[in-house]
């Protein structure tokens, strides 16, 4: 079997054996081009220690250096190469307390999370693959290098990895790996929220978010997002829904693009329906007032798990807003988007859809009409570049104090006024016209 590497790795390797070190391509980048897919970076592994790397490269950076990790520079392109180790203790559940460096390739691959990543290659050696990593792949396996417990307990995030890589792959968790997730899921307290956080967005941009599913039985989401537990548990008898609050969200994820931001707000965006369930004197469900107080409980949980403002922001506003309904006329149109804000389109369609496709059949077509009939509203005040926020008005406050305003708060009120009046007659945003109206309301206050 031959593999096509990169000039650059093909070179380090080529220079490390020719100094008379082993070298091989290892991990990820074997197993995405084992499954036709471009990696997106190349990992060499040696038995070369780091000084000796450092040696044979005029270009390099101490990456990691106490770990063995050594990044080599050619051109504008950089490589990790890191010599072959025996971790040491687990003592955080996530990174070694000291680590061995060792001649033997095998001790370096056997350390490594899942069969499909503790594969090598080199062009003379061709593919080591000890532990049937490609086997797993075309059993489309996920299963851990070794026992599985060892594993997860050397670092508690491979449980994440193992459910993110089940989703972006399409693959299935090897029944004992499965199993030790579930006993040992409690482990991920330990874990920082920017690692989670990470795990987590890459699951559900994937091609398969209903791994979230897989979250939830094997206990991670109780850890991690205790709020999708109580969806999960959460019933939905009412006309328009079929499904849990959890498992509409699960099925909502797959009616949407994989975009951050979209997939998030979509994961939240019944957050509080626990916490607002009343059930009618005919047992039907209601959830009244959970958008607002969602955008609430998601900010929170965003901020725990250390998002950034402006993704917290974004996602907070769709979720405070995908059930808002205004009726389709252009001036509810416009005062809809300055209600939400600009920056809530066009996404909003986008959430509103996938939300609809996961309810029940009941009114779903009508549910669809509207949206399609509040998008082409909104996609013609937009070509007809109507007013839609302050700085779309024809007029500034320089202009006002041209004609006589004094500068301070009356100059915000006067604007806010004047986008008022173009909110309703959008034709009347010109120069002209508003210049005009301030001028009669000055000369009318100045007779009082």
Known sequence: MRLALPEGAGYIIDTLMQAGYEAYAVGGCIRDSLLG??????????????????HLFPRTVDTGIAHGTVTVLLGREGYEVTTYRIDGTYEDARHPKEVAFTPNLLEDLKRRDFTMNAMAYNPKEGLVDAFDGMGDLNRNTIRCVGEPRQRFGEDALRMMRAVRFSAQLGFSIDSATRDAICELAPSLERISAERVQTELVKLLTSSHPKELRTLYETGITRVILPEFDAMMQTEQNNPHHMYSVGEHTIAALGHIANDKTLRLALLLHDVAKPLCQTVDEAGVHHFYGHPRQGSELARRILRRLKFDNDTIARV?????????????????????????????????????????????????????????????????????????????????????????????????????????????????????????????????????
């Open 37 to 54: 897919q471009t990696p997106m970076d190349w990992d060499i592994t040696t038995s070369a220690k780091p000084t000796e790397v450092k």
């Open 316 to 448: 907070c506003r769709l979720v405070e807003w995908h059930d808002d309904n205004p009726p389709i006329t252009e001036t509810n149109i416009r005062r809809a988007v300055v209600r939400l804000g600009l920056e809530a389109y066009p996404s909003i369609f986008a959430i509103k859809r996938a939300d609809i496709l996961a309810q029940s059949p009941y009114q779903r077509l009508e549910k669809l009409a509207y949206v399609d009939a509040y998008e082409e509203c909104y996609d013609k005040i937009r070509s007809k570049r109507q007013c839609l926020t302050l700085k779309d008005l024809a007029v500034n406050g320089s202009d006002l104090i041209a004609e006589g305003l004094r500068p301070g708060p009356k100059i915000g009120q006067a604007l806010q006024s004047l986008f008022e009046l173009v909110l309703e007659e959008p034709q009347n945003n010109s120069r002209e016209y508003l210049l005009q109206k301030i001028r009669e309301d000055i000369q009318k206050n100045s007779m009082i």
